[in-house]
């Protein structure tokens, strides 16, 4: 059975990723709430990558509290950087998606489907801060942990590949 991680549910990590899964999920339902609309391309690529975003959110959150990655067939994998990246790919798709929906807002007429657009771009602008600010908290901590480490294998492989 797992331990659960009380550390991970510090103000600094936990708590960050709980609010950016409540922010996607309502950024989700806001986007949802317009409709259908003439502009169902843009509320529909917003809409993916809100619940790919949820989605890998609660993953991550799911594998840091009980532990799952410290689980010795995985823990070799390196899965602070592993997050990272998914941070910010996630971060660079919810920006470009969240001004699509806000430049979509400004075009569209009717007063409802336009404020459900603009909420759902508010809240994408929200997530955006918080992958960011998750992300400076994932670097401090890996260069508080000594930065990157390379296992010695991969190592002896690039050497002999290198006088190959």
């Known amino acids: 059975m797992p331990e659960l991680n009380k ?7 936990g708590f960050l990723r709980i609010a950016l899964i409540v922010v996607l999920l309502a950024a989700w339902i806001s986007a949802a709430a317009a409709g259908n609309t003439g502009y169902r391309s843009n509320r529909d690529a ?19 509290i009980l532990n799952l990655i410290k689980i010795p067939a995985i823990s070799s994998f390196p899965w602070i950087i592993i997050f990272a990246v998914l941070d910010a790919i996630m971060l660079l798709a919810m920006f470009i998606v969240s001004i699509v929906l806000a430049v979509t807002a400004g075009k ?5 489907k336009r404020g ?3 909420v759902a771009a508010i809240f994408g602008f929200i997530s955006c801060v918080l992958y960011a600010v998750i992300l400076v908290l994932t670097g401090l901590q890996i260069k508080k942990s000594g930065g990157i480490k390379v296992s010695m294998a991969s190592n002896a492989q690039q050497g002999s590949s290198a006088t190959a």
């Open 108 to 112: 569209y007429g009717a007063l409802v």
């Open 7 to 13: 550390e991970y549910l510090s103000p600094k990590s």
């Open 116 to 118: 459900a657009f603009w």
């Open 46 to 64: 917003f809409l993916a990558f809100a619940i790919i975003g949820f989605v890998l959110s609660i993953i991550i959150l799911v594998l840091n």
